[in-house]
């Protein structure tokens, strides 16, 4: 098993619809959650963070954690074009390091 | 402006040649990361560095070498041991955990072609 698994995709959904993006992770003790953004061709950039069970809110973007589950999601509400890129979940496992996913690509169609 | 610096974005080399990417920042971060992507795949780390004169091995740290003399500064050298060197290569840094978010912050990569 992965340690963090995301559906590859690709995801894709109509402009002003909302794009539901998952991710599992296989260490229990992990603590911290995040999601990047990657443009094809760019590196990754940072767009949540989330560190307790619960929704976290960020403009269109909500992250939500579900440690009992072991499941970390990113909602875009009002998915744009400019959207369309691959998302990266990472999980700090072992102190400060992360591990990522494989990344889920999401293409918003006008 | 704070941020990674990583150059050159493209770089061109012979198989058999050693080769060190450069990754400087200016966040006053003391934690850096190498990662390696490939297409279509996440991110694998290589090496990284808590502190300055140490650094750990990553999941991919085999055909790699490192050195962080300064804070501020941390090179990748690929050396020709590594069996398949062509990929994207990320620098990263982050607060250390207990020094507040420790999110990890990237440069802009450097795209390594080796033929």
């Known amino acids: 098993q992965k340690e963090v698994e995301q559906n590859s995709g690709p995801l894709s959904v109509p402009e002003g619809a909302i794009a539901s993006l998952n991710c599992t992770y296989s260490?229990?003790?992990?603590?911290?959650f995040f999601w990047y953004r990657q443009y094809s061709g760019k590196s990754p950039e940072l767009i949540m963070s989330i560190y307790s069970n619960g929704d976290k809110e960020d403009g269109r973007f909500t992250a939500q954690l579900n440690k009992a589950s072991q499941y970390v999601s990113l909602l875009i509400r009002d998915s744009q074009p400019s959207d369309s890129a691959t998302y990266l979940c990472?999980?700090?496992?072992?102190?400060?390091?992360?591990?990522f996913g494989q990344g889920t690509e999401l293409s918003v169609k006008p | 402006d704070g941020g990674i610096t990583q150059s050159p974005k493209y770089l061109f080399r012979k198989e058999g040649q050693n080769v060190t990417l450069s990754c400087e920042q200016n966040l006053n971060h003391d934690a850096m990361y190498w990662y390696r992507q490939d297409p279509g795949q996440g991110l694998r780390l290589i090496y990284y560095s808590q502190i300055v004169n140490d650094f750990q091995k990553g999941d991919i740290a085999e055909g790699y070498s490192v050195s962080r003399e300064k804070k501020e500064s941390f090179p990748l050298t690929v050396t020709s041991a590594q069996k398949n060197p062509t990929a994207f290569y990320l620098c990263?840094?982050?607060?250390?955990?207990?020094?507040?978010?420790?999110?990890?912050?990237f440069g802009p990569g450097t795209r390594l072609t080796v033929t």
């Open positions: 260490d229990r003790g992990s603590q911290s």
């Open positions: 990263a840094s982050s607060l250390l955990p207990g020094q507040g978010a420790h999110e990890q912050y």
């Open positions: 990472a999980v700090n496992i072992r102190g400060g390091k992360l591990i």
